[in-house]
């Protein structure tokens, strides 16, 4: 079919064609309109059951029991009244010594609150004792020393002998005697402890002859060597005696020997061994502060240290404490550490 016969046909059946066109438009038309018809009523009954949902969650919302509710409401309304502290502000919170570490614990504490004590602590008879000022202080041994029922005078010193009055009714003294007090002991403190460094270092050996043997001592503070034999004297210090002593180290991939020979010198009675080329550390000893007039001393094992007219000896210095002991009667206690309450 050429296109002649094409165009002569299309002439002839030219309103068949349109027609044909028009009918499929409509019913294309009409399938998509079916469709939205379709999703609309879809939405529709969506829309419905949610709505019957919420209608239903409602319902339900209605039964809850609102009584806590109320009950909170009416608390808010009357709240529960608390008594009125009855000390001042600016009155410090009231502490004792643990009976067992001696530290400051809370007056009412049953137990001393530190891990490394937790002892139990006397009872308190509060019902039989009258407090009114709440400060520790009875009101009739207040009465007694002619103190007042005030709050204030429980950290006051009344007889300037550095006890508090709280103090002293703790320990059974008398507020108003400077002669009667708790052991001035008590007021010291735990600064620091430490070793005090070692003047001297031991340096090597001189062999002049069998029984000439010399040792080499460098004194680091004044920068002077010293030769000297056993039973001489170096700054203070006496030569006692001499152990040699070599041990087998590893150094890389090989062992070799390493003098560790040790040297004795002697001062207060109290040897000191030296090891060969090391830095040696002195005694142990330790910084005490006497609270009372704030008098910082420095003190080592066995040393003798007199507080007003009390003298008390150092028998033991361990990690965090010091221990001493009353030269009359002999009683031990231990130095507390310095703490933010005691400054």
Sequence with gaps: MNISE?????????????????????????????????????????????????????????????????EG???????????????????AELRV?????????????????FRNCGAQQPAVLRAKIKDSDLDGLPDEWELKYGLSPNADDALQDTDADGFTNLEEYQAGSNPCDADAHPS????????????????????????????????????RQLQRDTYAKLGDTVDGYKLVGFEPKKIRVKKG?????????????????????????REN???????????????????????VIKL??????IIDIKQDTVILADINTGMEMPVQPFSEADK
Aim: glycine share 4%.
């Design 281 to 303: 550390q002195g005694e142990i000893g330790a910084i005490l502060i006497f609270l009372v007039d704030q008098t910082k001393m420095v003190v080592k094992l066995g040393d």
């Design 308 to 313: 007003k007219n009390n003298s008390y000896k």
């Design 253 to 277: 991939t090989f062992e070799v020997d390493e003098d560790v020979s040790v040297l004795k010198v002697s001062r207060d009675n109290k040897v000191i061994p030296l090891t060969i080329n």
């Design 6 to 70: 094409i165009k002569a046909w299309v002439k002839v059946a030219y309103d068949k064609i349109i027609l044909f066109v028009a009918l499929f438009g409509l019913l294309l038309s009409l399938i998509l309109l079916i469709l939205m018809v379709g999703r609309e009523r879809k939405k529709l009954e969506d829309l419905s059951q949610n709505q019957e949902q919420s209608r239903n969650l409602s319902q339900a919302a209605r039964l809850l029991d609102m009584t806590f509710l109320d």
């Design 97 to 113: 010594r643990c009976v067992k570490c001696g530290r400051p614990i809370p007056v009412d504490a049953d137990m001393c609150p």
């Design 184 to 219: 001035f002991a008590e007021k010291l403190r735990v600064i620091k402890i430490g070793r005090t460094p070692m003047p001297l270092s031991f340096q090597g050996v001189q062999r002049l002859s069998t029984n000439d043997v010399r040792f080499l001592l460098k004194n």
């Design 73 to 91: 409401i009416e608390a808010l309304q009357t709240p529960e009244q608390i008594p009125a502290w009855s000390n001042r502000l600016m009155v």
